[in-house]
């Protein structure tokens, strides 16, 4: 039954005062109404506003697995065609497109033009299977990212191609909004290409990728930070400038909470020269979500509260005058709650830092 966990409930309102979309309201209240009525309005919507950020089910005393639950529930929900509009639509991108921003696959591949990338067919000895990811290939800020990533790999060496518009979507996302039928064909679609291939190792951007690739796919797979960080321990990559700035770095989700890793993009953010680093007061386990995992990034809250204001807002207390990122739903989502917000600040992938001290004197 879905709500059965939920009986253990003490109601110590833990889940409640961490959810960064209250999607933790009343929610036994919420999941009960699946099993005996239709959930009204407002239950409904709170289903679909939980960003997945596993903050409630890490901090349950009772150990209830609440984002699990929601995300069953919002299985339940999309058999019985109860979707929000905004969140169908993505899912039909990404049936059509595979894609979630509605743009066409054939569009996949235009963010390298004017740059030195081999792909599967260029480069068929490749070492590294790059799995650039959707936001990296067609956001116009993420696709900066994707460019300096690229030259990064090109200057450290790296034996690596990627499949073109041959990619398809990794599906984190839609695993995630519960649609597990459109989840198990993009799965069988990558594996079948990195099957064609001979991809042994994959390297991504995303944790969101990285994730379901690990955990769900049972793939070798290694962050671009891990690989860059690697290069820059065995002198592969070297810096020529430093950043004199106070930076501060926000935790993505998907890979602290969900995959444990937490030093290393701090430990990257250090390695660069005259950075003054500092941390904000919610990091790691206990960090704040900044509102774009589980389907939000295609949609907009509703309540004044955003999440990623409110995460903006607590960069801004350390005085820091750049927050890093290190996924691309966080630098949407951030630099969105900067320019709402009104805070002054930059939001800088990481590897844009290592970028700058890289390649700029
Ligand atoms: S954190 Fe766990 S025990 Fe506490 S109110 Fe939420 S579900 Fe109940
Ligand atoms: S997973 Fe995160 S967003 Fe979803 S209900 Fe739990 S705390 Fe809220």
């Known amino acids: 039954m879905i709500d059965s966990s939920l009986n253990s409930c003490i109601q110590c309102g833990t889940c409640v005062s961490s959810c960064c979309s209250k999607s933790t309201l009343n929610l036994r209240r919420i999941l009960a109404s699946f099993v005996g009525k239709k959930a009204s309005i407002w239950e409904f919507e709170q289903i679909w506003y939980c960003t997945t950020c596993h903050l409630c089910q890490d901090r349950c005393p009772r150990g209830i697995a609440l984002t699990d639950t929601i995300v069953r529930a919002r299985e339940k929900l999309i058999e019985s065609g109860n979707v929000p509009p905004d969140v169908r639509d993505m899912l039909i991108s990404i049936q059509k497109h595979r894609n979630p921003f509605g743009i066409s696959k054939f569009k996949r591949d235009e963010w390298v033009k004017g740059l030195d990338v081999p792909t599967v067919k260029s480069n068929p000895d490749f070492d590294y299977l790059w799995f650039v990811g959707c936001a990296h290939s067609f956001d116009t800020r993420n696709k900066q990212i994707a460019a300096k990533t690229a030259q990064l790999f090109n200057e450290m060496g790296l ?66 930070i891990e690989v860059i960080y690697d290069a820059i321990i065995n002198g592969e990559l070297r810096f020529k400038a430093g950043i004199e700035k106070k930076i501060t770095f926000h935790d993505p989700c998907y890979l602290g909470r969900y995959n444990n890793i937490y030093e290393l993009p701090r430990e990257l953010i250090r390695a660069i020269p005259l950075v003054d680093f500092v941390e904000m007061q919610r990091v790691k386990e206990r960090s704040f979500c900044c509102g774009g995992g589980g389907g939000n990034i295609v949609r907009d809250y509703l309540d004044a509260k955003r999440p990623n204001v409110i995460r903006v807002q607590e960069a801004k207390r350390t005085n820091a005058e750049i927050l890093a990122v290190a996924c691309p739903f966080c630098m949407t989502m951030l630099e969105d709650g900067v320019k709402t917000s009104g805070v002054e600040m930059e939001v800088k992938d990481i590897i844009e830092l290592i970028w700058e001290a890289v390649f700029q004197d």
């Open 159 to 224: 034996n690596y191609a990627i499949l073109g518009r041959e990619e398809g979507c990794c599906g984190n996302d839609v695993k995630m909004v519960g649609e597990e039928g459109l989840f198990e064909l993009l799965k069988q679609e990558n594996m079948d290409i990195f099957n064609k291939y001979g991809a042994k190792k994959i390297v991504v951007l995303s944790p969101h990728c990285y994730h379901i690739f690990k955990n769900e796919y049972g793939l070798d797979v290694r962050l671009a």
